[in-house]
């Protein structure tokens, strides 16, 4: 199986090798901060686990933002109307299916539908910015994940698998595709106040080489010196700074030839490279202040707002992948008051719309693929009170992997479509069913790659982001 570029074992090499090859003449990672570092590093020996690369066959999207809405949004509150809950409100239903929790009777959405664009396609009023756009979604309403809890479906979103340390999504798309600017990580997740749910389990590369695996930005801070930490060093210059990496690396180098393969001193030596780099072009990246005001205002000047129009700077100077999340946590996650959505949408809705339309301006939308949606859904039926947990609440919804919606525009994605349905109450996907990994299968093609040949051996095997169960890309959602 060794005939393609993507089912080797080391078809690149980690960032240690990389330095290894180079040995004491570390200056010259500082000229590919001038002069490019894919023709620095090919200077060198050829070779450049950053280096953008031939995928399976020509892509439709060079890039990859995730609108995560960590914690659950509920598809018949955004995206997924059923007027069969009007009818069961307050009452039970026919048929109810086992979730995390005990659940009750019907319980109808609080908000409006309504029709967009040409296409006709339903949208909740909470997400009325983004329907605006509804001719370029590609809604899919049968998603169906494995399990009704939160740590093993991020796991299965974000990883391709629910139980075992599997790399990330982002890192395969790193692994598979390189970077266009080896300044800025090719892979960042954003998040304000705090981390999500799973934590850094969400953007790990796993047995990937540790290059590939995704960099936190907390985007509380609005300042760049803090929202990019010790972005600048405030006692020494560039070239003091490389004087001190080189001693660093010899150091290491030396540590190194006692215990190969050592995969934490890896990461640290490119972190270390890496934000050496970064000085020279994160600064700018990540000021929007330098936005006209008009746009900031489009985006929004709340933490999601803000966090969006960075993700656009950056994907603009070459960024592959970026993950944005809602919040700390999983503040999707309404067991208590299903009306939180309103909120939640209003956070998001706006940067949302705001980044699609200034995409299309930018000629950048086509070949980006833009992906919302949560680890699940909810549930149609109330969740019952518990003691010391909602006891009181009557509005709340509980964790739902039978059916729900995520959606993708750009990159190739068929928009105007929707794909799929739930049964006449939300509850679970009854027509066109699509899984997660069928989800990532055709993400992974729309990228440029069959997931079934897109493999990387490790302790013997070759691993997919898929899984090894039998899977395939969905050709109805590709234009």
């Not at 280096?51 to 399976?56: D, I, M, T």
Request: aromatic share 10%.
């Amino acid at each position: 199986m060794s005939h393609h570029p993507f089912n080797l074992e080391h078809h690149f090499l980690t960032r240690r090798q990389m330095l290894s090859r180079v040995g004491m003449g570390m200056g010259t990672m500082a000229l590919g901060g001038l002069m490019g570092a894919n023709q620095a590093q090919a200077a060198i020996d050829g070779t450049n686990p950053f280096g953008v690369r031939q995928s399976h066959h020509e892509p439709k999207a060079k890039r990859v933002i995730h609108f995560f809405m960590n914690g659950g949004p509920s598809q018949v509150d955004t995206f997924d109307p059923k007027p069969m809950l009007e009818k069961f409100d307050g009452k039970i239903l026919p048929s109810v299916l086992k979730t995390e929790r005990p659940t009750g009777a019907g319980l109808k959405s609080p908000f409006a539908f309504k029709k967009y664009g040409q296409c006709g396609l339903e949208v909740s009023d909470i997400f009325s910015k983004t329907a605006a756009y509804a001719d370029d979604l590609c809604v899919i309403r049968s998603m169906k994940a494995d399990v009704p809890n939160h740590e093993p479906s991020l796991g299965l979103m974000n990883c391709g698998d629910g139980r075992q340390h599997r790399p990330s999504f982002g890192s395969w798309v790193t692994y598979g595709l390189g970077s266009e600017n080896e300044n800025l990580p090719g892979y960042i997740s954003m998040c304000p106040k705090g981390m999500p749910t799973r934590r850094t389990k969400n953007w790990q590369s796993a047995f990937l080489p540790s290059i590939y695996q995704g960099t936190y930005i907390n985007t509380e801070d609005t300042e760049v010196d803090k929202l990019v930490e010790f972005i600048k060093n405030g006692s020494l210059d560039l070239k003091q700074q490389r004087r001190q990496l080189d001693l660093l690396y010899a150091l290491n180098e030396n540590h190194l030839k006692q215990r190969q393969n050592d995969q934490q001193l890896d990461a640290r030596i490119q972190s270390f490279e890496l934000a050496y780099r970064m000085q020279m072009e994160a600064t700018d990246a990540f000021d929007i202040s330098k936005e006209p005001e008009s746009v900031r205002k489009a985006y929004g000047e709340n933490d999601f707002g803000r966090q969006t129009l960075i993700a656009r700077r950056l994907l603009e100077r070459g960024v592959r992948f970026i993950q944005l999340w809602t919040g700390a946590g999983q503040p999707w996650d309404s067991h208590d008051e299903i009306l939180d959505h309103a909120r939640l949408a209003k956070d998001v809705d706006q940067a949302i719309a705001a980044f699609m339309g200034d995409m299309k301006q930018r000629g950048l939308f086509d070949e980006t693929l833009m992906i919302w949606g949560g680890e699940f859904g909810r549930t149609p039926a109330v969740e019952l009170p518990t003691p010391g947990a909602n006891a009181g609440k009557q509005r709340g919804r509980d964790h739902n992997h039978y059916g729900f919606t995520y959606w993708m525009a750009g990159g190739g994605s068929k928009g105007g479509y929707t794909h799929g349905a739930t049964d006449e109450f939300g509850f679970a996907a009854i027509e066109k069913p699509v899984h997660v990994h069928e989800l990532h299968a055709t993400m992974l093609h729309l990228l440029g790659f069959d997931h079934s040949r897109f493999t990387y051996k490790y302790a013997g095997l070759d691993f997919r982001l898929t899984g090894v169960e039998e899977c395939s890309m969905v050709k109805e959602l590709i234009a």
